[in-house]
């Protein structure tokens, strides 16, 4: 079954340093979002995207965050200048157009860690 | 606006014995929902959903869960519990199939011999 690939698995960065998220959704898939979780907490939103531009955003996603499609097959969140509180697990997730009910399939998310 | 509440961040059963994870949501409009569960170190994997139709929905490791809109619920059962069932359980809710999946704070189930 297709599945949703996320790089790194989990990522280490200084305060203040850049951090590329990477993601390739599945294949015919066209929408995709960004969620994170924080440990112990709740899986919370960051953004939805479809035909190269956001669709929706939370509050979390400030200027900080942008999200980029460079190529047909990546999906990837960058965090400009991280924060040690952007430490926290980061999903990708995508979703087909064929079906308004079909599910939203995850990957196994890149573990960032800030220090 | 959509949000779900989980009650009980911990629920300990037996092996064998009946599991039930409670979900109430809140929805302005009818819910999508669904139930997802990580085991660790992994993502989120999808258990089930309810969109429209059957009210009882069943899914994946003999899980089911009921839409019950009166009671604006969506609890999770097992009848039987399994050793391999320990793992996090997250009740989401949206407002139509496109839209942002909202999570509760999750459901730790923890399963003994």
């Known amino acids: 079954e297709p599945e949703v690939t996320q790089t790194p698995s989990h990522q280490v960065t200084q305060m203040g340093q850049e951090v590329i998220l990477r993601c390739v959704p599945i294949?015919?898939?066209?929408?995709f979002y960004w969620y994170r979780q924080i440990l112990g907490q709740k899986v919370e939103f960051l953004v939805s995207?479809?035909?190269?531009?956001?669709?929706?955003k939370s509050e979390i996603f400030d200027d900080q965050f942008s999200v980029e499609r460079p190529d047909g097959s990546n999906f990837t969140l960058k965090i400009r200048s991280t924060k040690l509180e952007d430490s926290a697990m980061y999903f990708c997730a995508s979703k087909s157009r064929d079906k308004d009910n079909s599910p939203l399939h995850f990957g196994n998310g890149t573990r960032l860690t800030v220090t | 606006a959509q949000s779900v509440t989980q009650l009980g961040s911990h629920v300990s059963v037996s092996e064998g014995a009946l599991v039930l994870l409670r979900c109430n949501y809140s929805?302005?409009?009818?819910?999508?929902l669904f139930w997802y569960v990580q085991y660790p170190n992994q993502g989120l994997q999808l258990l089930l959903k309810?969109?429209?139709?059957?009210?009882l929905v069943k899914g994946i490791n003999g899980f089911e869960a009921e839409f019950k809109k009166s009671e604006t619920s969506f609890h999770l059962t097992k009848p039987s519990a399994h050793m391999s069932d320990a793992a996090e359980y997250f009740c989401?809710?949206?407002?139509?199939?496109?839209?942002?999946?909202?999570f509760g704070t999750g459901t730790r189930l923890l399963v003994s011999p």
């Open positions: 929805s302005s409009v009818p819910p999508y």
């Open positions: 294949s015919n898939h066209l929408y």
């Open positions: 309810y969109t429209t139709g059957a009210t």
């Open positions: 989401a809710v949206s407002a139509a199939g496109f839209q942002k999946l909202v």
């Open positions: 995207f479809y035909n190269n531009e956001i669709s929706e």
